[in-house]
């Protein structure tokens, strides 16, 4: 198809203890592309996220066996700063860290030592413009980020997660704490975006995983249940009688 | 016109009554505070002076001023607190921040609880036995270091706390975008934790200041002189005295023990409230 793979995922099981997060995962997603991962809740959407970028290790007794392959290299052999910086995470709730909007963006750059005020200035407008940002708050750049509106302080998050410059951008239910508005808004967004970094995004809003993704993937209760192009997914025939309840909102 | 049901009626009076109790308390808490303050002050009202805070001791403490034991408390207190602050506040960090849960943190803990329960007594048999073990005789320096043992784990128990407020998705957030431990430590977690930890500090320099027993045997002395030579000579010290000069059966004139007691423990109070607008004033800068 399309490209090189930039996120390989290759029989991936975790487990929380004794109890089973996902089985037996198999998916990919391809440079340049939006992944959608859609499931109902609990189905360990977000787990799978956690094992791209490694914050699975800060959960005590989380194990994970598999191969998670990012850019051609197994998660495990990066440092786990180096993967972290190439993948961007977006959570479901934006975390302002307690700086300016501003320094929000230029953090990630300032701890991997630039320190050249040009050089941030130009990074931080680069990234509040891909994140659709930029117009609402040139003018306050010095105020504190958790002063914005729950939908500029998502938008920031994302572009904090650009500020790294990442290959692989993971949002995890970007939309639930955001106005249909601004959803919108940032769906334009990842649909720019998409030309530079892969993205995968992680929804519970069917009709998204539809309108943005290339390739969907249905994941219910730790099992993949189908992974195919979007058209497919949402198609008159998934191979999947599950698929096609899911997504007609049978059930979930 | 409200028209109550009974039940109405028995509710509003519970919450009458309830309200009146824990308002009373409230208040009762305050009364013994204030009676302490006035009854001291009226009690050493003819000795305080500016010479009875700047003046060096005469004739065993008969005559003159305590300004040597002020100083002493001060010096005793600021190297405690050199002692005890750097080590309180890393090994909190280390064990907040970097520490896994296994074996050895547990330990730790449980060791910094268990310091915290020791008698003040006990620390002072400690530093005779040990400190000054060491420095060969009882000095300044001895009564410091048992000072700092003794307010170590308060400090780490303070740090802590300080450090759990900040919330735990602010690390998350730096973590994901490849900042190391230290990192966020430094750029996030000290900056917003900072007031709380300074706070914790100011206040155990106050209960170490009121401390008798630690310095009981390690370097405090009742009568000198002259200021101590360093750290490694003897030194008056408010507590010490004030224990001291009551203890002396009536040789001492009444006034002046009030009067050792009033400095000892507005010394505590503006400690207290240095305290008070410290955290005043970090609260309205707070950035979440």
Known sequence: ?252 | MFEGTPIVWRNLTMQAAMRFLFGFMAAAMVIPLLLIVLYLITKAWPVLSWEFVSEMPRKNLKEGGIFSAILGTFIMVGISLAVSAPIGILAAIYLNEYARDNWFTRIVNLGVVNLAGVPSIVHALFGYAAVVYITGDPCILAASITLGIMTLPVIIAATTQALVAVPMAFREACWNVGASRWQTVRSIVLPNSLSGILTGVILEVSRAAGETAPILFTGAVFYKKSLPSGIFDQSMALSYQLFSVTTQGGQIPEERQYGTAVVLLLLVLVMNLASICLRVYFRSRKKW
């Open chain 1, 1 to 252: 198809m399309t490209g090189e793979r930039a996120v390989d995922i290759h029989d991936l099981t975790v487990t929380y203890g004794a109890k089973p997060a996902l089985e037996k995962i198999s998916l990919h997603a391809h440079r340049g592309e939006i992944l959608g991962i859609i499931g109902p809740a609990n189905s360990g959407k977000t787990t799978l996220l956690k094992c791209i970028n490694r914050t699975l290790e800060l959960i005590p007794k989380a194990r994970r066996r598999g191969r998670v392959v990012v850019e051609g290299v197994e998660v495990d052999s990066y440092s786990l700063h180096g993967l972290r910086r190439k993948v961007g995470m977006v959570f479901p709730l934006p975390v302002g860290l307690p700086l300016s909007v501003y320094d929000n963006v230029a953090f990630a750059p300032r701890m991997a030592g630039i320190r050249r005020h040009a050089v941030l200035d130009e990074l931080v407008e680069r990234c509040l413009r891909q994140a659709a940002l930029w117009e609402e708050v040139k003018d306050r750049l010095w105020m504190l980020g958790s002063r914005l509106s729950g939908g500029q302080q998502q938008r920031l998050t994302i572009a904090r997660a650009l500020s790294h410059e990442p290959e692989i951008l993971c949002l995890d239910e970007f939309s639930i704490a955001v106005d249909p508005v601004t959803t919108m808004r940032i769906e334009d967004v990842l649909v720019d975006l998409k030309r530079d970094v892969t993205i995968i995004l992680v929804t519970n809003l069917v009709q998204q995983a539809r309108r943005l993704a290339d390739r969907v993937a249905f994941i219910n209760a730790g099992r993949l249940v189908e992974f195919d192009v979007t058209n497919v997914i949402f198609g008159e025939q998934p191979s999947e009688q599950m698929t096609f309840d899911y997504v007609r909102g049978h059930f979930g």
